[in-house]
T-cell receptor, first 116, second 112 residues
Framework: DAGVIQSPRHEVTEMGQEVTLRCKPISGHDYLFWYRQTMMRGLELLIYFNNNVPIDDSGMPEDRFSAKMPNASFSTLKIQPSEPRDSAVYFC??????????????FGEGSWLTVV | DAKTTQPPSMDCAEGRAANLPCNHSTISGNEYVYWYRQIHSQGPQYIIHGLKNNETNEMASLIITEDRKSSTLILPHATLRDTAVYYCIVRGANFGNEKLTFGTGTRLTIIP
């Protein structure tokens, strides 16, 4: 089975540009998570969705960040305008809520973002 | 979710069992213990989880103490590919606790 698919895998962009990261969760999963990883802050949750509805966006750093999930098989994380401090690895993850107690969250391979 | 405490780093000889400890003294009755690992440049990988009984799968064993205040992840025959950062995470079992909160983990180095 295909895992969580993220694109692009690597992106270098200039400060001020818009960045869009994409994620396709595992088919049938109804939870989708966006994490960010930096050396300074480690792995931190930005936002997560259940059945395409945002449940907790308290980790979204500021208004420059937005996330959408228009359908069960696609989500985007957008940064506009981007800044050098946004440079990080962004991970998407998904899980099934069915019998969720003790279920597993599966991560994608990440999108490496560099803002210069 | 309860906090966890792990040693920052450990070494283990190739072929030996790697035993990674985790303290979670404030764990509540309905919280699970999860272990993930992250190999350099890759996404976190699920290893195993448990509630109160010991668990084993093809990757590892999880030993949870009777009072559930600590646990140990055991990699029975460590290989060089097991070099990674290992995260012990306590996760609640009710709506609103679906997320995983990562700490700093244990950096395990397998030595040839």
């Amino acid at each position: 089975d295909a895992g969580v698919i993220q694109s692009p895998r690597h992106e270098v962009t200039e400060m001020g540009q818009e960045v869009t990261l994409r994620c396709k969760p595992i088919s049938g999963h109804d939870y989708l998570f966006w994490y960010r990883q930096t050396m300074m802050r480690g792995l931190e949750l930005l936002i997560y969705f259940n059945n395409n509805v945002p449940i907790d966006d308290s980790g979204m750093p500021e208004d420059r960040f937005s996330a959408k999930m228009p359908n069960a098989s696609f989500s985007t994380l957008k940064i506009q305008p981007s800044e050098p401090r946004d440079s990080a690895v962004y991970f998407c993850a998904s899980s099934s809520g069915t019998g969720w107690a003790g279920n597993t969250i599966y991560f994608g391979e990440g999108s490496w973002l560099t803002v210069v | 979710d309860a906090k966890t405490t792990q040693p920052p780093s450990m070494d283990c000889a190739e072929g030996r069992a790697a035993n990674l400890p985790c303290n979670h003294s404030t764990i509540s009755g309905n919280e699970y213990v999860y272990w993930y690992r992250q190999i350099h440049s890759q996404g976190p990988q699920y290893i195993i989880h448990g509630l109160k009984n010991n668990e084993t799968n093809e990757m590892a064993s999880l030993i949870i103490t009777e009072d559930r205040k600590s646990s140990t992840l055991i990699l029975p025959h460590a290989t060089l590919r097991d070099t990674a950062v290992y995260y012990c995470i306590v996760r609640g079992a009710n709506f609103g606790n679906e997320k995983l909160t990562f700490g700093t983990g244990t950096r395990l180095t397998i030595i040839p």
